[in-house]
């Protein structure tokens, strides 16, 4: 029913944009062949804001749910990247398609090198079944937190195992992100007591698994008391999450890590959580993509560019032109 | 006229709302007179995004020009809490007042210890001409995006000649805030070279001044050098960025920072730069409210809740829902 009506509109819009629905159903096959330009084409189309999310081929719809969602994020420089290079290679190991994400700073400040990074996963480039992909947040963050959403879905759509997203920011906007996922990695280094302490409520909010990387350092034994007198202090959960050591440097503790992911999925499908965060996410999509498009649709409204003017002429506080915006467009 | 028009609309809105709006100015006049209780109430109105704007007293209402802004960024850890400590001294000496808008972050990864830098500005606690208040980005980017630069305005009004703000997280809605300043001071630590490299434009587009702190460590001069030869790539502006050393923890080079900032400040006067700025702040103002407003007045929206229904229940694409509100809301 709502399916219909969404065609209606749809189609009264433009019809036009049927043919390039053909085409966007088109590359969502072709991606999920395997085929990597058809895949690039569509990640560029969700970069330029074109919904391709509603041409997902009948066959592909469900097939996402199949694929595990991993979000990891930390301190700059505790070694994220080297880290999910290592578990691109566990799960290669089991041979799943693998894609990564990486959301890159705007912000001149992510400590690792960047460059690096990227120069350091190209260890894969040659392997047919890894996809990495990074995503910058430079522009609009109204249309970073749609993009990447989408992309995720998109990649989850179209075969792949695992789908790692990774943020090297650590702003409110790279941390929701990441911590929307199946499962959240927060990567420590050894002694980092003060500000956990500090961050408390942050940390145990996102994070599904615990990795103290760097674990050759002095130090571990300090963090993992910290970290675990603050999961004592936290109101219980169902999922206690782990605290495991890794030198990611040289492999060491990945296993642990991977089996560690592997425990927290079955939780979340055992105990339906999946399904709930699932849902969280299409809602949060549904807002933000919401607010996108309204956002789009002001520069077309002549109260809004009038009001503006006044604005910048300083003839009225912002705020309070903002409201009248507002009263105008929802009263009519 | 358009003053007029907002009043007009206001007062059909609700009468009692007039009553509210003599209190807001009171605790205005009162906040100006150097009342921090009454400067407390403001920002937490703020906080709970009541308009607060409207109802600046005449006489105060220009006073904010005489104020300046500046945003503090950097890596965590790299010293930005010491260094307002030490500007902060510094203005005082010339018996100005201070203000200091730390922004905390939701994300656990400060790498800087958060409790001990709100203990360490303690040291002004004293000090009846230093206010530091500290806003945490917990809760919804919407409402922290507008409360931010509605609060700096308001201190901006009540007579601080300084107002810095200051961010301990580094994702984009950080350095959004904090480059919209008059003066952006951004903070490296030496042989931060990679880093630099990899994030050019970032750091190009919002530096007004940067400071290498704990300039008694190795690798200054190739940080120096670095930075140098970043910016000879870098399209020419009218101000290039001067680079200050500093030790923070003893007060090495503060001044030379104190005279960079009268310097760039003189720079903004002179150029007309500091109105463009002025207007720049006041339209994103104005463009950030509008969609606050908006995604506020989304949970009172019909379509708006029966189309998030169906897209919990995954009868509709999120991002086909989102048109579809936006369609009706739009259109009617």
């Known amino acids: ?7 209606v509109v749809f189609l009264k819009r433009n019809t ?16 999920d062949r395997g085929d990597r330009s058809a895949l690039a084409r569509l990640i560029s189309l969700i970069e330029r804001e074109k919904e391709v999310l509603s041409f997902v081929p009948e066959g592909l719809r469900t ?3 199949n694929s595990y969602l991993i979000g990891m994020t930390g301190a700059p420089g505790a070694g994220k990247s ?68 989408i992309t995720l879905r998109v990649l989850q759509l179209v075969s792949f195992d695992e ?5 090297v920011g650590v702003g409110q ?11 959240t990695i927060v990567v420590l280094n050894p002694l980092w007591g003060d500000s956990i302490q500090a961050n408390k409520a942050g940390l145990l909010e996102i994070a599904d698994v615990f990795v103290i990387n760097k674990a050759d350092r002095d130090g571990v034994r300090q963090t993992r008391r910290d970290l675990d007198a603050m999961l004592d202090l936290s109101e219980p959960k169902k999922w206690r999450p782990p605290i495991i050591e890794t030198v990611a440097s040289d492999g060491q503790g990945v296993a642990e890590l991977g089996s560690a992911l592997a425990a927290h999925r ?9 399904n709930r965060k699932r849902e969280k996410r299409a809602s949060e999509e549904f807002t933000k993509a919401t607010l996108r498009l ?18 910048k002429e300083g003839e009225i506080e912002p705020t309070r032109a903002a409201q009248e915006v507002i009263d105008k467009i929802l009263r009519n």
């Open 266 to 274: 079955a939780f979340l499908v055992d105990s339906g959580e999946i």
């Open 82 to 149: 080297t880290l999910t290079d290592r578990l691109i290679e566990w799960y290669r190991r089991q041979d799943d398609e693998v894609a990564v994400l990486a959301i890159d700073p705007t912000s001149p400040f992510s400590g690792g090198a960047i460059l690096g990074d990227r120069v350091r996963m190209q260890s894969h480039a040659l392997d047919s079944k890894v996809y990495i992909r990074s995503m910058a947040t430079r522009g609009s963050l109204g249309g970073l937190a749609v993009a990447v959403p």
């Open 16 to 31: 036009t944009d049927m043919e390039e629905g053909d085409k966007v159903a088109d590359l969502f096959r072709r991606a």
């Open 1 to 7: 029913m709502v399916h219909t009506l969404s065609v």
């Open 163 to 167: 789908v790692i997203v990774e943020t």
């Open 173 to 183: 906007v790279e941390v929701d992100i990441v911590g929307s996922s199946d499962s």
């Open 63 to 65: 097939k996402g749910t």
């Open 294 to 311: 309204f956002e789009r649709s002001l520069k077309n409204s002549g109260d809004f560019v009038r009001l503006h003017q006044s604005v």
